[in-house]
């Protein structure tokens, strides 16, 4: 067995103890099913019913925004187009602060209700939860859409112009088809990601009424320390994560549109009243995604100085858990990525994909379970965080590391093996030159991700052990909204910085 192999296995040995492991000893505690109440069975109805409604409303408004910016060409587009991305690495918490500024009842639209004589609104309960999911998903799938117009060749828009089509006729023609190949995926990736959104529930969610089942798992864990109800709740977390992870991953986005020359995209239909309809979708989508994070820079810039100590060394500490997760993270990564590529096997890199099925509260459940019986859990606040966290970030890192060290290997593979490079040498001489990009990318990801994450750390931190996010909750909870912001300015800016670093580290001076 060559080192290759064996650093391989031992990684997808990790993964499966993290996921299956995890998962086993769950079950091991798990109650039957005559151990769930009403309230157990509202929250799995809620969880699938918020989770169906966030992506439907999440594509739905995005498809004319992505219209929109396909077919306008405007000053800032590509700037616009690049922050459309910043959600994804955007802390939950920092989210969820700005959102309750803008739509709480003490927000901008709750002040302007009153002021024209109607009632404020609340942002707690079901309809926070899907506002939060589509805050942050709507981006996501603006960028899938919006890649499904580009790939249209020119040379269809080109035709349906000369053959005289009217708008109607074009979206009947050329982009309908497209939207049935590309909605379906959208839908359903966004659809398993706000299943295992935790912390949009427990600031924004709650109550008999917009309880999921990670929040149901961390009330039975933390306030009632049951641990055969919450074991019994993760089961059916990963049954549903790893359903939805499998029809995902089923749906295929064949390329239905056949080839161009690569020219860029010109259309001829969308003048008249469609500029004006354009233009409006682009600017309240920039507006909703906006101005929460405006208000988060307003309200936390003048108490940055006044930080209390405890948000101080809470940062410093989410800095070291971050740094720990992308370093695991890309340990994982990188032996799993040479071991697939090596043995050519997608099964290989699809068990490294297993994390996506788990929630993090599934796998900190199942760890809990291991642990305590032979130690004090709570000791292991930081070191499972920073585990977990790199876990979860593992199937971006191999879709970064696997596509590109194939190519690699196909290029250079033949000749490194008529010189002898192997091992070793082979890793330095060869992959990492050429890797830096790909692994800059997965490690700030991994790093941005940690450092924002509100997950395990709730389930396993004592009152003197807080990351960032969590000591900005506990500000929240204690009504301290200035602080809170300022903590939230904060920690947006060190997710930002860390993303940055990595990434630019990766690309400075790359050969490729």
């Known amino acids: 067995m060559t080192r290759t192999t064996t650093l391989g296995a031992l990684a997808l040995g990790v993964v499966v103890c993290l996921t299956l ?8 505690r798990a109650e039957g099913a005559g151990g769930f109440g009403p309230a157990d069975w509202a929250a799995i109805r809620f969880t699938l019913w918020q989770a169906v409604l966030s992506a439907a409303l999440s594509v739905a408004l995005a498809a004319p925004v992505a219209r929109a910016l396909a077919r306008r060409s405007f000053p800032g587009r590509g700037i616009l187009i690049t922050l459309l991305g910043a959600p994804f690495i955007l802390p939950v918490i920092v989210a969820v602060l700005g959102l309750l500024a803008v739509f709480g009842r003490a927000g901008i639209l709750s ?18 939860v899907i506002i939060a999911h589509v805050f942050f998903n709507l981006p996501l799938a603006t960028r899938l859409i919006l890649q499904g117009w580009l790939a249209i060749p020119a040379e269809r828009f080109r035709l349906a112009a000369s053959l005289g089509f009217t708008p109607a006729d074009t979206f009947r ?64 977390q990963f049954a549903m994560s790893a359903g939805a992870a499998l029809i995902a991953f089923r749906v295929a986005i064949p390329g239905g549109m056949g080839s161009g020359l690569d020219r860029a995209v010109t259309r001829w239909d969308g003048g008249g009243w469609l500029v004006v309809q354009d233009g409006a979708c682009i600017a309240l989508a920039a ?28 940062a410093g500490l989410s800095i070291i858990v971050s740094l720990s997760s992308a370093l695991l993270c890309l340990t994982l990564a990188l032996p799993i990525a040479a071991l697939a590529v090596k043995r050519g096997s997608a099964l290989i890199e699809g068990v490294g994909y297993l994390t996506i099925a788990a929630s993090p ?130 920690l947006l800016a060190l997710s930002l910085a860390i993303f940055w670093i990595f990434d630019r580290g990766g690309r400075v001076d790359a050969d490729a």
């Not at 659809?191 to 959104?197: E, R, V």
Request: hydrophobic share 60%; glycine share 10%; proline share 7%.
């Open 21 to 28: 492991g995890t998962l086993v000893a769950v079950a091991w």
């Open 111 to 128: 002040q302007i209700l009153i002021w024209a004589g109607l009632e404020p609104v609340s942002i707690y309960g079901w309809h926070g």
């Open 173 to 236: 023609v050329l982009e309908r088809p497209m939207l049935r190949e590309v909605v379906p995926g959208a839908l359903l990736v966004i659809f398993l990601i706000c299943l295992t959104s935790f912390a949009v529930a427990l600031a924004l969610g709650g109550g008999p009424r917009a309880t999921t089942v990670e929040l149901a798992i961390y009330q039975a864990f933390r306030f009632d320390f049951d641990l055969g109800k919450a074991a019994l709740l993760a089961l059916v």
């Open 287 to 314: 507006l909703f995604l906006v101005l929460p994070l405006s208000m988060i820079v307003a309200r936390g810039v003048p108490e940055l100085l006044s930080l209390p100590s405890a948000v101080i060394e809470a």
């Open 361 to 490: 509260l599934v796998i900190g459940t199942g760890l809990f379970v291991i642990v305590f019986p032979i130690m004090d859990p709570f000791a292991l606040a930081l070191p499972v965080t920073a585990l977990v966290n790199a876990a979860m970030a593992l199937p971006f890192a191999l879709r970064s590391l696997t596509p590109a060290l194939a190519g690699i290997e196909t290029n250079f593979g033949p000749l490194a093996d008529q010189m002898g490079l192997t091992g070793w040498a082979r890793l330095r001489r060869l992959w990492l030159p050429r890797l830096r990009r790909p692994l800059g990318f997965a490690g700030g990801l991994a790093a941005a991700l940690s450092m924002g994450d509100l997950g395990v750390i709730t389930m396993f931190a004592d009152p003197q052990t807080a990351t960032l996010p969590l000591q900005m909750y506990r500000l929240m909870g204690a009504y301290r909204m200035d602080d809170a912001a300022a903590a939230g300015l904060l």
